[in-house]
């Protein structure tokens, strides 16, 4: 009976009742909306990021990341080829060396990054094809061929066809040097690297280091970024030595990791405002219908209902409201996230930047985007609802039921 | 004191004040009232002598400033909370001069809703429903909503609502005050023949003749004060 009175009590004031419920349906709609919306962008860029640059996963020996050094290698590159092979969740992967070196074209010289890498294997993981924006890529193994960074061409002022000294150090103790063609240059998106980096194929590069077959990382990619804390796990697991490590890109990611958690926060300001749009609206209405309804709480009181059971029926109200609202609004919101990260939006211009594309962002369908809303819509209609409840409560039917 | 197993109410020395920032307003001055089992009383004065706060202070509503209240021989007055609304709700019916429905629920469920309240099976409460709205002569006319129903019918409503739990009391606050002068012979009638079928007490106030001339007993408020105490001949009641 209880719940009878509720819901008829709702039906009362239609026209409050909708324009309540609407309020509230539409703070939980956007939410729902914004929150599958900004999930599945940041992923997007997350995705194109880390599969751009760095890859999902790279496997090192343990202390590279902290410390990188020449000599810190995985010594046996095939055999973690092996284990990759047996994990079905694995993309693809690609086996990198990485050196300081100084490289000199012509009468200028710089401090820089020597990159070896297998082309075709790179085209694969990170897309290194795509981020040639003059010349071609190295042609194979003992070609010695470089492709450079556009920042390092500028200061180098150099560029296909030109020659490029690098001197370094090999792992044998020796001084390293050689001389390179450059046939390409490439714009990653990253300015810092593009400045200092010098890639070259994976075998010339072990030569120049005299390394052998041994690599410093080889960086893996996956099909779903949310996959990838479990597969590097998986990876961890199977790995035929124990001084490497598989590390996901929130850790050799660190601080683009940390940016995008912090903008995130973005979420939690629009979170704020949709409780204080549905706290006030709700409020409003619970106000205004437990001051017009005080002789009803009075007669309530006054045939023996207790207090709190006279708070219960106006928090009922406010919940079957919000329940109506939100049920709605689920429809609604996660009918639109389901499109969104069916379809996505395209931009028409296609957004490129560094290699990575935009083409078309799409909206992630996830509990979160449903949950968080949920608990704050209907927590914060309930919180607000509590004084004039309780006030309600209070009511004292002596007063209230003398006719004034 | 003393109280005879009879006294159904019994009042001392009962004061009200009623504060306002500083000013304080006498409402009841100093009664001191018996009412037996099984009395049909009005109680009548001009407006403000104090009708309203006695019965509301009768029926626990609403407490002293100063005397007590017995009820069957029990304290209501020095009782709160749960403890409160539990005895007024199994011993005590109250119907006010108006707004005595809740709007959202028909007649039969307002009637329901105090048996509800006591955990009365829903069996029993549809069997008591209906036989109570014979009583009231509003057969048939259960499933109305409140605004569907005339203010004489509103009222017979509330009267039932009253009974139904079997409380022992009857108090009302002038309940006929807006019907016009036949429907509320009506309404007394109904009240009278309850009272003397069931035998529960009545306590009601008016300032209607008609109304008056009906009960046993007349207590006439002035001041907040008894003047008079009015036993009619007519009407023998011990
Ligand atoms: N809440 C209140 N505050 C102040 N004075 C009140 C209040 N309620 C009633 N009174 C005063 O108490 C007196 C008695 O009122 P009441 O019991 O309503 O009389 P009646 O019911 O006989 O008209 C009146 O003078 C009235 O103005
Ligand atoms: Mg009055």
């Not at chain 1, 023996?304 to 429809?331: D, M, N, Q, Y």
């Not at chain 1, 992630?364 to 006030?391: D, G, H, K």
């Not at chain 2, 005397?67 to 539990?86: C, F, Q, T, Y």
Request: charged fraction near 25%; avoid cysteine.
């Amino acid at each position: 009976m209880v719940l009878r009175m509720a819901f008829r009590n709702v039906l009362r004031q239609k026209r409050r009742s909708v324009l309540t419920g609407l309020t509230i349906f539409g703070g939980f709609t956007l939410a729902v909306i914004f929150i599958g919306w900004a999930d599945g962008s940041y992923n997007n860029i997350i995705d194109e990021f880390t599969r751009n640059r760095l890859g999902h996963i790279q496997i090192q020996e343990k202390t590279y990341f902290d410390r990188p050094s020449l000599y810190k290698t995985v010594d046996d590159p095939k055999a973690v080829s092996g284990v990759l092979k047996g994990i079905p969740e694995v993309e693809s992967w690609s086996p990198r060396v990485v050196s300081a070196a100084l490289a000199a074209s012509g009468d200028k010289s710089a401090g820089i990054q020597i990159i070896g890498l297998d082309p075709e294997r790179e085209a694969e993981t990170t897309r290194f094809d795509r981020k040639i924006v003059r010349g071609r890529l190295m042609a194979g193994p003992g070609s010695k061929e470089a492709v450079i960074g556009r920042g390092l061409a500028d200061i180098l002022k150099a560029g296909p066809g030109d020659d490029l000294a690098l001197l370094t150090q090999a792992a044998d103790g020796s001084i390293a040097e050689d001389l390179f063609r450059i046939t390409g240059v490439l714009s990653t998106g990253d300015d810092m690297s593009d400045r200092t980096s010098v890639h070259l194929n994976l075998k010339d590069a072990q030569n120049l280091l005299v390394l052998g077959d041994r690599v410093h990382q080889i960086v893996v990619t996956v099909p779903a970024l949310g996959r990838v804390p479990a597969v590097a796990r998986a990876i961890d697991r199977d790995l035929p030595d124990p001084s490497l490590r598989a590390v996901p890109w929130q850790d050799f990611a660190r601080s683009f990791y940390e940016a995008m958690q912090a903008d995130k926060a973005g979420l939690w300001v629009m979170l704020v405002v949709i409780v204080v749009i549905v706290g006030v609206g709700v409020l409003n209405t619970v106000l205004m219908s437990v001051l017009e309804r005080r002789r009803e709480y009075g007669l309530l009181k006054a045939v023996g209902t207790k207090p709190r059971h006279v708070v219960r029926l106006v928090l009922l109200e406010v919940l079957i409201l919000s329940l109506t609202a939100v049920f709605v609004g689920s429809l609604v919101g996660l009918g639109v996230n389901a499109f969104l990260a069916e379809h996505g939006i395209k931009f028409a211009e296609g957004l490129t930047y560094g290699g990575m594309e935009f083409g078309t962002m799409r909206s992630e369908l996830n509990a979160r985007s449903f949950a968080i809303p949920l608990v704050t819509v209907l927590a914060s209609a309930l919180l607000v609802s509590l004084v004039p409840a309780l006030r309600a409560g209070k009511t004292d039917p002596a007063r209230t039921m003398r006719l004034h | 004191m003393t109280n005879h197993a009879s006294d159904l109410i019994v009042t001392e020395n009962l004061r009200k004040d009623y504060r306002e920032d500083d000013i304080v307003v006498p409402a009841v001055r100093g009664v001191d009232l018996v009412i037996k089992e099984r009395e049909f009383t009005a109680l009548v004065g001009p407006s403000g002598s104090g009708k309203t706060t006695l019965l509301n202070i009768i029926s626990g509503l609403d407490s002293p400033t100063e005397g007590r209240v017995w009820l069957k021989g029990k304290p209501i007055s020095e009782m709160k909370g749960a403890e409160l609304s539990d005895f007024r709700r199994d011993h005590i019916g109250f119907v006010f001069q108006a707004y005595n429905l809740i709007p959202v629920l028909s007649a039969e469920e307002n009637i329901e809703y105090i048996m509800m309240l006591q955990g009365v099976p829903k069996n029993e409460r549809r069997e008591r429903v209906r036989k109570i709205l014979g009583d009231v002569g509003l057969q048939g006319m259960g499933r109305r909503m409140p605004p569907k129903l005339s203010g004489g019918q509103q009222q017979r409503v509330a009267i039932a609502r009253a009974m139904v739990s079997r409380p022992g009391l009857i108090l009302a606050d002038e309940p006929t005050a807006n019907l016009d002068s036949e429907t509320g012979a009506a309404l007394l009638d109904i009240m009278r023949e309850l009272n003397e079928k069931t035998g529960m007490t009545f306590l009601f106030s008016t300032h209607d003749r008609m109304v008056m001339d009906r009960a046993d007993r007349i207590i006439t408020l002035k001041d907040g004060r008894v003047a008079r105490d009015e036993i009619r001949a007519e009407n023998p009641i011990r």
